[in-house]
């Protein structure tokens, strides 16, 4: 029974992880770009999920209800959402504090946050109640031992979440735009020199990483059917928590570090449930006390 339980948590960890790891990867890239932690990017997960909420009742009439069509639209139009916002921002309120005290961009960050979240809770038909977000993708059990089954959701979550990270890791070693922010994350300053409108770059970052967190948004509404304006805080914070015990601004260390914190939360939680959610911040105060800059992380002298 034991070791089937245990398969069973690895299965809801890795679902979890799959989700903070599409979060934590904008973290990550906008930190190795820009050097900024974005508080505002749980946001950006929240306004995926209002958006993949909204396409279900746009488009149900003439999609006949749930399937995969609704899925595969209330997808793009989560990520093309949360990512217009990202851009956005970054344009309104990051790029003219870019060469200021980087105490200015944070806290311009938490501010933004707080921003978009009471915004959203003044709009007269999103309001700040719950709302239970509707079946786009029925789930259906399948049987992996005796007593362990998976959901169809959590093979969807991890399958997209793959996906999008594979996109990512192609674009970022095989393309130009991924030489530019490989280039420009190194030394902006030669990326200049060399031709490199960082600039657009930063703004790509943005995009993509605002992206990311709108389709984790969409994910999370599917798995945990509920929905409402400060929904991104504690993912946002523990996705955060996951770039930091990665090394943030590294890639493949955000999703290493939000499958672990995905699978040591789901165990901590099925022991309890207050414990589940404290155990990212234990994590985050021994990562910080014994090894600072993460997992797959490198020295650094940057100074916030």
């Known amino acids: 029974m034991g070791s089937i339980f245990n398969l069973q948590q690895v299965v809801n960890g890795l679902q979890l992880g799959s989700i903070y790891a599409l979060i934590a990867l904008g973290y990550t890239m906008v930190y190795g770009i820009v050097r900024l932690i974005n508080f505002a990017h749980g946001d950006f997960f929240m306004i995926g999920a209002y958006a993949a909420y909204g396409a279900f009742f746009l488009f149900n009439a003439v999609l006949g209800g749930s399937g995969l069509p609704m899925a595969g639209i209330a997808l793009v139009l989560a990520m093309a959402a949360s990512g217009g916002v990202a851009l956005l921002t970054n344009r309104l309120a990051y790029k003219p504090l870019r060469y200021k005290p980087?105490?200015?961009?944070?806290?311009?960050?938490?501010?933004?946050?707080?921003?978009?979240?009471?915004?959203?809770?003044?709009?007269?038909?999103?309001?700040?109640?719950?709302?239970?977000?509707?079946?786009?993708?029925?789930?259906?059990?399948?049987?992996?031992?005796?007593?362990a089954t998976i959901s169809t959701h959590a093979l969807i979550d991890i399958g997209v979440a793959a996906v999008l990270m594979i996109g990512l890791t192609v674009l970022v070693r095989h393309t130009a735009l991924g030489k530019a922010m490989r280039a420009v994350s190194q030394d902006k300053d030669a990326a200049k020199l060399m031709g490199i409108d960082v600039e657009k770059v930063i703004a790509w970052t943005f995009l993509i990483g605002g992206s990311f967190a709108g389709a984790a948004g969409l994910l999370a509404g599917m798995t945990y059917p509920r929905i409402f304006p400060f929904m991104g805080i504690l993912p946002g914070l523990k996705a955060f928590i996951a770039a930091v015990l990665g090394g943030i601004g590294n890639i493949p260390g955000a999703v290493l570090g939000a499958y672990i914190m995905g699978v040591a939360e789901t165990f901590a939680t099925a022991y309890n449930s207050l414990l589940g959610e404290g155990i990212a911040f234990a994590i985050l105060i021994v990562v910080l006390l014994v090894r600072p800059r993460g997992i797959l992380g490198e020295k650094s002298a940057d100074k916030i």
């Open 102 to 147: 980087k105490l200015s961009s944070l806290i311009t960050a938490i501010g933004v946050s707080m921003l978009i979240e009471y915004l959203f809770s003044a709009i007269p038909f999103i309001g700040p109640s719950f709302r239970a977000f509707p079946d786009i993708l029925p789930s259906r059990p399948i049987q992996i031992g005796p007593n």
